[in-house]
């Protein structure tokens, strides 16, 4: 959990995961540009990425060394 690869990993899944949660809500949400919130947009894009570092670093000792993974597969 303490090296470059490991948070690398994890920011790359928070991102992923921020963006997933921002097209998920203005798709469900009818996205419309004039009448938008935001600020509630990055909200929600924020917290995932927040529960995404808090999943990555929970499951830091379950799968491969210097991954966030809870599965530990081969490349």
């Known amino acids: 959990m303490f090296t470059s ?3 690398k990993a994890a920011v790359e899944r928070a991102v992923k995961s921020g963006a997933q949660a921002l097209l998920g809500l203005w798709a469900l949400d009818g996205f419309n540009v004039v009448d ?3 600020r509630l947009a990055a909200g929600v894009a924020a917290g995932a990425a927040v529960l ?3 999943t990555s670093v929970v499951s830091a000792g379950a799968g491969q060394p210097d991954s966030p993974s809870l599965v530990g597969g081969d490349r």
Request: charged content about 20%; hydrophobic content about 65%.
């Open 5 to 7: 690869k490991f948070w």
């Open 36 to 38: 938008a919130d935001f």
């Open 52 to 54: 995404s570092v808090l």
